[in-house]
């Protein structure tokens, strides 16, 4: 599986960015997908994820802001992402994860600057 993110950028408080995650390859295969996001000199956190049917979970900081969402007929995972915070300031991470055999994919990574 591979998987290429896209849609990052700068963006003032309190506005909006869509991420994209293309996943090609095995898609068949997977069983959920995420987005994690990296902050300099923090670890990386999970922000949302979403389940083969479709069931959706969120991370409490970003409940009612961020959406995941995904287009299977375009393979493609989303964050759409509304009413941004400084604290969003990080690298963000889609992943797709395969449990068998168990298998997590990561994509490269797209930077996300919210400026106040």
């Known amino acids: 599986v591979q998987l290429v993110e896209s849609g990052g950028g700068l963006v003032q408080a309190g506005g909006s960015l869509r991420l994209s995650c293309a996943a090609s390859g095995s898609t068949f295969s997977i069983n959920a997908m995420a987005w994690y996001r990296q902050a300099p000199g923090k670890q990386r956190e999970l922000v949302a994820t979403?389940?083969?049917?479709?069931?959706?979970n969120y991370a409490d900081a970003v409940k009612g802001r961020l959406t995941i969402s995904r287009d299977n007929t375009k393979n493609t995972l989303y964050l759409q992402m509304s009413s941004l915070k400084p604290e969003d300031t990080a690298v963000y991470y889609c992943?797709?994860?395969?449990?068998?055999?168990?298998?997590?994919?990561w994509g490269q990574g797209t930077q996300v600057t919210v400026s106040s």
């Open positions: 992943s797709a994860t395969i449990v068998v055999p168990f298998k997590i994919y």
């Open positions: 979403i389940l083969r049917d479709g069931s959706t």
